[in-house]
């Protein structure tokens, strides 16, 4: 079982930062790929972001060049640089930990965060 803590949302304007946050009870070297994915009204989720544990990085179309995903391994936590923020990138933001098993994956997420891109 891992617990996901996410922290960091809030209001922002068009093209300002924001960082989130996302603290694990398990080690992360116990799982297999974390990731970021968000939902706005009426949308599904998507993905934003995800890193293996072997470095590996993968981005939404939507967001690449302008958010970065990182680990602490030594705190394990994770987090999500947003920069150049735009309106369309309002939603709640989801902390995920994924453990790979045999012949499928246990996936684990946190409750959410919001993220509003306002003026």
């Known amino acids: 079982q891992v617990q996901l803590v996410e922290s960091g949302g809030g209001l922002v304007q068009p093209g300002g930062s924001l960082r989130l946050s996302c603290g694990a009870s398990?080690?992360?070297?116990?799982?297999?790929?974390m990731g970021w994915y968000r939902q706005a009204p009426g949308k599904q989720r998507e993905l934003v972001a995800e890193?293996?544990?072997?470095?590996?990085?993968k981005y939404g179309d939507n967001v690449k060049g302008r958010f970065t995903i990182s680990v602490d391994n030594a705190k394990n936590m994770m987090y999500l640089q947003m920069n150049s923020l735009k309106p369309d990138d309002t939603a709640v933001y989801y902390c995920n930990a994924r453990k790979l098993r045999v012949g499928g994956y246990l996936d684990y997420w946190g409750q959410g965060t919001q993220v509003t891109v306002s003026s």
């Open positions: 398990a080690s992360i070297f116990s799982i297999d790929v």
């Open positions: 890193v293996s544990k072997a470095g590996g990085t």
